[in-house]
């Protein structure tokens, strides 16, 4: 569900700070159809959403729902920021680390293809080296055309890698 979906007044659920409903019927912060939603399709009857933060970015939210009506006291609401937070930092870590192995396989590819083309000799070796490891990096079929500069014929040779 988007968050457009629960939230009718912007910043009333979805904050940078634990949101309590202790009664989806009676809550204010609820029009008629996020109460719905939250009742019919989540059968919930309390609710509490906690933000997952890494400093001022949001990376998510966790929603807890509860068919019977709680009451949330300040130590439920303090362990459960707390999982949030420590959610947050492995989420963060994860992207990080997500981020740092597509770097190193870009530049693992570039590499290996400085090393190919390095190890060409003459223009026409060095050209048929790139252009085979690029079509090799992009995953393509990649032509390479070239202007013979043959002043009797005019033709241009292309070659396919």
């Known amino acids: 569900y988007p968050l457009s979906a629960f939230e009718k007044k912007p910043n009333t659920l979805f904050t940078n700070t634990t949101v309590v409903i ?4 009676t809550d204010s912060r609820l029009d008629r159809l996020s109460a ?3 009742t019919d399709v989540f059968q919930a009857n309390s609710s509490i959403i906690i933000p997952l933060l890494s400093g001022d970015q949001s990376l998510g939210l966790i929603m807890g729902n509860f068919s019977m009506p709680r009451l949330f006291i300040e130590t439920d609401i303090l362990r459960l920021s707390t999982i949030a937070s420590q959610v947050a930092a492995s989420v963060q870590g994860m992207r990080m ?4 192995l597509n770097r190193a396989r870009r530049e ?3 590499r290996e293809i400085t090393n ?10 060095i050209l048929r080296r790139a252009t085979e ?3 090799k990096a992009l995953n393509r079929t990649v032509y390479l055309y ?4 043959d002043i009797d014929s005019g033709d241009t040779d292309a ?3």
């Open 116 to 125: 190919q083309v390095n190890n060409a000799s003459g223009t026409d070796g």
């Open 97 to 100: 680390l997500e981020h740092t």
């Open 133 to 135: 490891q690029i079509g």
């Open 36 to 38: 719905k939603l939250f």
């Open 146 to 149: 070239l202007d013979s500069k």
């Open 159 to 161: 070659r396919k890698f």
């Open 22 to 25: 202790e009664d989806v019927s």
């Open 108 to 110: 693992r590819l570039l």
